[in-house]
């Protein structure tokens, strides 16, 4: 008989997504359902990813967490929820008579590292890309197969969108129990492959108020919230999948502004109220507007999370244009090639008349970098040992 392995580890990597329907508002804190369903696109992970090792082990004591290189608390309660469910479900699957896949037993403890590929500090949301890692991660350790959306959700509600690729709603569900409420691909990466995703790092100090306090907040005291999700949100759905299904960019990009809108229109209707577009954010929805409105159509559309930090969405043959215009209206501090990163985009000069639509006003630095991507796949296994980013001890390798 084969003696039992010492040590179980995986390696994967998972995805940032952006909502174009957003969540916002819990209706069940504990379980993480949302009042509404929301739709995302998964960003590609050469220029933004999650990268967690997860590893069990009969001679671990306790359950440990490395995050970007730094020891974290392992008993935060959502980290925990995450585990609870994992390990619920590895029972459910042996108890269902599956083959074990793993001889490891699960009351063994878990050692998790996790780093990004992009900086904390530009203030992108991580959350998702991080707990839909640990996910995908901890499934494959622990040898689960079922639909992982419950056990990301627990972690952070967005994450259970970055489970898979391409377009993909979050729908809400109904059952108290959150059993339905499960993250689904609307379409595959390959769907639109001229779209393009610019993210807009605009330069901020102050910390804006996190998602889970703030749509808490929203929740108790905006009314214009409960009739978003409510009256407005459902055909709101029905419309986004269509336009994504007919890569209708027109609808698609008027659509995911108004929504962004409409979220932004909540955090003010929030009491006390919430703000998370700064000035820089809004000079960029009014180049946005003075762009199309120069092109007499929707060729570029905004979309902001709870940061100032704007995401782009444009077609391939537009991409040049719209970024020598943010050049324009944000003179770069960084010269030319740090200023953009990701995805090369030819530099153009801008017409006269755009130039002109664009008006006068003009801020230097606004706008720190811009991330250029597309849509990418969802998170995948890392077959190669050497990508393991802790070592046969189960302790983080030292930096390289
Ligand atoms: C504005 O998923 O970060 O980005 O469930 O409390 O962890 P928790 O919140 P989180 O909220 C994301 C809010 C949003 C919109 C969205 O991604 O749909």
């Given at each position: 008989?084969?003696?039992?392995?010492?040590?179980?580890?995986?390696?994967?990597?998972?995805?940032?997504?952006?909502?174009?329907?957003?969540?916002?508002?819990?209706?069940?804190?504990?379980?993480?359902?949302?009042?509404?369903?929301?739709?995302?696109?998964?960003?590609?992970?050469?220029?933004?990813?999650?990268?967690?090792?997860?590893?069990?082990?009969?001679?671990?004591?306790?359950?440990?967490?490395?995050?970007?290189?730094?020891?974290?608390?392992?008993?935060?309660?959502?980290?925990?929820?995450?585990?609870?469910?994992?390990?619920?479900?590895?029972?459910?699957?042996?108890?269902?008579?599956?083959?074990?896949?793993?001889?490891?037993?699960?009351?063994?403890?878990?050692?998790?590292?996790?780093?990004?590929?992009?900086?904390?500090?530009?203030?992108?949301?991580?959350?998702?890309?991080?707990?839909?890692?640990?996910?995908?991660?901890?499934?494959?350790?622990?040898?689960?197969?079922?639909?992982?959306?419950?056990?990301?959700?627990?972690?952070?509600?967005?994450?259970?969108?970055?489970?898979?690729?391409?377009?993909?709603?979050?729908?809400?569900?109904?059952?108290?129990?959150?059993?339905?409420?499960?993250?689904?691909?609307?379409?595959?990466?390959?769907?639109?492959?001229?779209?393009?995703?610019?993210?807009?790092?605009?330069?901020?100090?102050?910390?804006?108020?996190?998602?889970?306090?703030?749509?808490?907040?929203?929740?108790?005291?905006?009314?214009?919230?409960?009739?978003?999700?409510?009256?407005?949100?459902?055909?709101?759905?029905?419309?986004?999948?269509?336009?994504?299904?007919?890569?209708?960019?027109?609808?698609?990009?008027?659509?995911?502004?108004?929504?962004?809108?409409?979220?932004?229109?909540?955090?003010?209707?929030?009491?006390?109220?919430?703000?998370?577009?700064?000035?820089?954010?809004?000079?960029?929805?009014?180049?946005?507007?003075?762009?199309?409105?120069?092109?007499?159509?929707?060729?570029?559309?905004?979309?902001?999370?709870?940061?100032?930090?704007?995401?782009?969405?444009?077609?391939?043959?537009?991409?040049?244009?719209?970024?020598?215009a943010v050049r324009h209206s944000f003179p770069p501090e960084l010269n030319g090639d740090k200023f953009l990163k990701g995805l090369p985009v030819e530099p153009v000069l801008l017409s006269d008349e755009l130039k002109a639509a664009l008006g006068a006003d003009r801020t230097p630095g606004g706008i720190k970098y811009i991330i250029a991507t597309r849509v990418g796949p969802g998170p995948q296994v890392l077959d190669d040992p050497g990508a393991h980013l802790l070592g046969p001890d189960g302790l983080p390798k030292a930096a390289a």
């Amino acid at each position: 008989m084969a003696s039992e392995k010492r040590l179980e580890v995986v390696t994967c990597t998972a995805p940032v997504n952006i909502a174009v329907i957003k969540y916002w508002g819990k209706r069940d804190e504990e379980l993480i359902l949302p009042i509404n369903s929301s739709l995302s696109v998964t960003l590609h992970q050469d220029q933004l990813k999650t990268t967690t090792t997860a590893a069990i082990s009969r001679d671990f004591t306790e359950d440990r967490i490395w995050l970007n290189g730094r020891e974290e608390d392992a008993g935060q309660p959502r980290l925990q929820a995450c585990l609870r469910e994992i390990r619920r479900l590895a029972r459910k699957r042996r108890s269902d008579g599956h083959e074990d896949p793993l001889p490891l037993s699960l009351s063994y403890k878990v050692h998790v590292a996790s780093v990004n590929n992009f900086p904390t500090a530009a203030g992108l949301a991580s959350s998702a890309a991080g707990y839909a890692c640990l996910a995908y991660a901890l499934a494959r350790v622990y040898g689960v197969e079922s639909d992982l959306s419950e056990v990301a959700r627990r972690g952070s509600g967005s994450a259970c969108r970055s489970l898979y690729g391409g377009f993909v709603e979050w729908q809400m569900g109904e059952r108290a129990d959150g059993k339905d409420s499960i993250a689904r691909q609307v379409a595959p990466e390959s769907h639109w492959p001229e779209l393009r995703v610019l993210i807009l790092v605009v330069s901020t100090e102050r910390k804006p108020t996190g998602s889970t306090a703030g749509m808490q907040t929203s929740v108790e005291t905006s009314a214009l919230l409960r009739f978003r999700a409510e009256a407005l949100v459902p055909a709101r759905m029905a419309e986004m999948t269509r336009c994504v299904r007919e890569r209708d960019f027109q609808a698609f990009g008027q659509l995911t502004m108004k929504d962004s809108n409409q979220f932004h229109a909540t955090c003010l209707d929030t009491f006390p109220p919430i703000s998370y577009l700064s000035d820089t954010s809004r000079r960029v929805i009014h180049l946005v507007h003075r762009f199309n409105a120069h092109h007499r159509r929707t060729k570029a559309a905004y979309t902001f999370d709870a940061g100032a930090n704007a995401v782009i969405f444009t077609l391939d043959d537009a991409v040049a244009e719209f970024v020598a215009a943010v050049r324009h209206s944000f003179p770069p501090e960084l010269n030319g090639d740090k200023f953009l990163k990701g995805l090369p985009v030819e530099p153009v000069l801008l017409s006269d008349e755009l130039k002109a639509a664009l008006g006068a006003d003009r801020t230097p630095g606004g706008i720190k970098y811009i991330i250029a991507t597309r849509v990418g796949p969802g998170p995948q296994v890392l077959d190669d040992p050497g990508a393991h980013l802790l070592g046969p001890d189960g302790l983080p390798k030292a930096a390289a």
